[in-house]
């Protein structure tokens, strides 16, 4: 059946990317976070369209990852140790399914453009936010603390630095196929604002997943490949002199001294994270197929053979073992179709025939950075677990739901809805 997008669907996209830098903001009458308010709209919009409207859920599995994901958390949650805990987490997490949905139900050929632009620019006004902030950096135990790291609005700097390294690829893609230079030069700020934001916050995880997203890049699209090899030699010229640099020379110095600390992260006396990792190991092979339920790694912690159970911590500070952990292995199979998922979307982009029309190349390129600043994000999570910061979920989310674009817009009818000229749909798209 034929369905309408109505322009309130985008709009409350459009609203939860301009909220983005308050998300973190407590709606006290909710008991939640703006942004998962905000996110409230698009999804009810979302489910409105597939329920009433007869629109038809694309066939994408990332969001068939997403959905059972959203169905096993809720088992879990209900068979888990802690179930008022779970009860606000599987919440969210259909809150945020059903806002993927809207952002893919919301796509139109063109208008994608301007919309991923608009979230690198927001992006780069909260990381400039940020900076307004800084103060001087000093390392200590030889560099694995920094005291002064950039935070931002964010509760701690990890979560400044995933958000950053996750939206670098997408600026750089954005600035690289920009239709103006007027754009360019904008987006250009908002990147080297995200860029330095991200150095500052002085977080390895980051550091390293927005390297992993650039490898990422350079190695699916060659159009990318002489930017990347120009930010490749600088970056390591700057990380050359930090090497070298005293570690008194302001913020230089204590990126050398950050830097050498990955030759053996074990060394930081204060870092409890293979405490934690060995706790969730335990709990994971107690509770193998579902997990204690989300949110219940805390309590499960508090648990008399549990070597954190004095001060247990929210979560296990690694992605996978959080998902195994809360969910088990149903949960982290159901993750590892969402990874696929975003596999298959760079497969169809990278196999496609070369098109001679702007328009395809620009989503080509656009498609291809939205899934190498997925892959910051799971890179990242080998090290820390940001992803239940509100602001960092809304940015992950909105990613994930263009990654449903990526992988299921039909290209060849993309050229012929999209005006090059004018940079706006000439034609009706095609009903969902």
Known sequence: MTASRPWALRAGVVAVVVLLPFGDTSVPVLGMRLVHVAMLVPAALALHQVVVRGARIPG??????????????????ADGVDPSRSVPLVVGSAITTCYALAVALAHRPGEDLAGLELLVIVGGVTAASALVSVGRLQAAEAGNVVNGRLTGPFSQPNELGIFCAALLPVALACVVTSSSWRRAALLSAATASLAVACVLSMSRGAWIGALASFVCLAACEPALRRALLAIGLAAAAICGAALVAPVGVPVLGVVGARIRTLGDPTQNQYDDRPLVWAEAWRQAADHPWLGVGPGGFRSAATDSVSAVAAQPPEHP???????????????????IVVVAGCVLAVRRHVLSPQQADPAVRVLRIRSIAVIAGLAAVAV?????????????????????????????????????????????????????
């Open 60 to 77: 994408s599995v990332v969001l068939i990852g997403c959905g059972l994901g959203l169905v096993s958390g809720v088992v879990s949650g």
């Open 317 to 335: 500070h690694n992605l996978l073992l959080t998902v195994l952990a809360d969910r088990g292995v149903v949960g982290a199979a159901l993750g």
């Open 380 to 432: 990242h999570g080998g090290f820390d677990m940001p992803l239940r910061n509100p602001i960092v979920s809304g940015l992950v989310w909105t990613l994930l739901g263009l990654a449903v674009v990526a992988e299921t817009v039909p290209l060849t009818r993309y050229a012929a809805g999209h005006d090059t000229t004018t940079n706006r749909r000439k034609w009706v798209p095609v009903t969902c």
